[in-house]
């Protein structure tokens, strides 16, 4: 019944992936002085970033290269190896208007909860959906009622495990310290504890550092399958 | 560095990927073809499997790793050129090359907007304006050159 003309129906949709210089002094712990002094580096800085969220930057997937590695420094006390490096990380990091696919999650009065496998904290608000829609409480889906060629009403609807077609509308990432420069290369779980309690405080519900906000509303946007010919 | 300003609050600076407002830390930050990230991540998961390493960071590190190269992979181009790394470097290298004539001499296209080209495959000028926006600033013919060039570059 409608056929995106405007989109390419080939597009490949994506979210960005993002090259991010940093800059970090590792702890090698003595029990990797076995291994290989770069595999031993490789996988600290891994175990330290991978699925971690750079605060303004993005999710950390990966190190991608070595820029500048440091000497090992070993301190009195601790016995490991203390190492300055600069490296390059991939980092997902999607921007608005870029238009992306997800999988439906999670479906509640709130909006939609949608997935890219890797990274979760997509959601589409109620206002964002296609208009009009509502929420089915018994079902616990979101419909949307529009119209088919005959004018006849055409209630859509959409199911948790469904690939949807989303809009980035906005992305939101936890800057740590508002007001000094931004740590270059601090990953959020190794704040100081003391920030900990308080933000424990405030906010009794931890929320993930890096948020979309997602939208289906426009043309093409939503489950592909409303879109297709027939 | 100088600080970016709290996104969740409403302040003054609004990212845009239509006018490439995307952040003081990513200007020159190198965005990523689609392909890129997957032959990488194919590599890197190769590497993890075949070190004796067993730490939680790894497998952790994995299952993030397989998951990203999941959706990659869902969206790569088929694309020879571009499965070597050398290929995706010659091709960002022609396309960020400035224009040579044309009412934008001297221009070139940034790192987002070459990834987005690429990852996305537009078949015209419009089309390309009309799903990367920040191209508005260029010409049709500009634009053209453009898919010219990253065609000719995969092979097409």
Same mark, same amino acid.
């Given at each position: 019944f409608f056929f995106v003309a405007c989109l390419c129906p080939r597009a490949l949709l994506h979210g960005m992936f993002v090259l991010v210089h940093v800059r970090d002094t590792i702890k090698l712990p003595? *029990?990797?002085? *076995?291994? &290989?002094f770069y595999d031993g580096l490789k996988d600290e800085i891994n175990g330290r970033y991978t699925n971690k969220v750079l605060p303004g930057i993005g999710l950390c997937v990966i190190l991608y290269d070595f820029v500048k590695v440091g000497e090992a420094v070993v301190h009195f006390g601790d016995g490991a190896a203390w190492v300055k490096v600069e490296f390059r990380e991939v980092v997902f990091r999607p921007f608005p208007l870029e238009t992306m696919v997800g999988k439906v999650e999670k479906s509640d009065a709130s909006g939609l909860l949608l997935s890219l496998g890797f990274f979760s904290e997509i959601r589409v608000p109620p206002h964002l959906m296609q208009q009009p829609s509502h929420y089915m409480p018994e079902q616990g889906l979101w419909v949307w009622r529009t119209e088919d060629e005959g004018g006849a009403n055409l209630d859509l609807y959409i199911d948790v495990g469904t690939d949807v077609l989303f809009q980035v509308k906005e992305v939101q990432i936890d800057q740590e310290? /508002? /007001?000094?420069?931004?740590?270059i290369a601090v990953p !959020? &779980?190794? !704040?100081v504890p003391d920030a900990d309690k308080d933000k424990a405080k405030e906010t009794p519900e931890p929320r993930y550092p890096m948020r979309i906000t997602a939208s289906l509303?426009?043309?093409?946007?939503?489950? *592909?399958a409303w879109w297709e010919e027939g | 560095a100088t600080p970016m300003v709290d996104?969740?609050? @409403?302040?003054d600076f609004v990212e845009d990927a239509a006018e490439l407002r995307l952040g003081p830390e990513f200007d020159d930050a190198q965005c990523m073809f689609l392909n890129e990230v997957a032959s990488f991540l194919d590599l890197k998961a190769k590497d993890k499997l075949s070190a004796s390493s067993e730490s939680r960071a790894n497998t952790m590190a994995a299952s993030v790793i397989a998951k990203t190269k999941a959706y990659c992979e869902r969206f790569q181009a088929v694309n020879s050129m571009l499965e070597k790394q050398v290929g995706c470097n010659i091709l960002r290298k022609q396309l960020q090359r400035p224009l040579d004539s044309g009412t934008n001499i001297g221009r070139g296209l940034k790192s987002f907007q070459v990834a987005s080209l690429v990852n996305l495959q537009p078949d015209n000028a419009e089309e390309a304006k009309a799903i990367?926006?920040?191209?508005? @600033?260029? @010409?049709d013919d500009d634009v053209e050159h453009f898919l010219r060039v990253a065609r000719e570059s995969q092979g097409q």
């Open positions: 003595p *029990s990797c002085f *076995s291994k &290989d310290n /508002h /007001h000094q420069p931004p740590p !959020r &779980d190794t !704040r509303q426009g043309e093409g946007l939503g489950v *592909s | 996104p969740s609050s @409403d302040l990367i926006p920040s191209l508005a @600033d260029f @010409d």
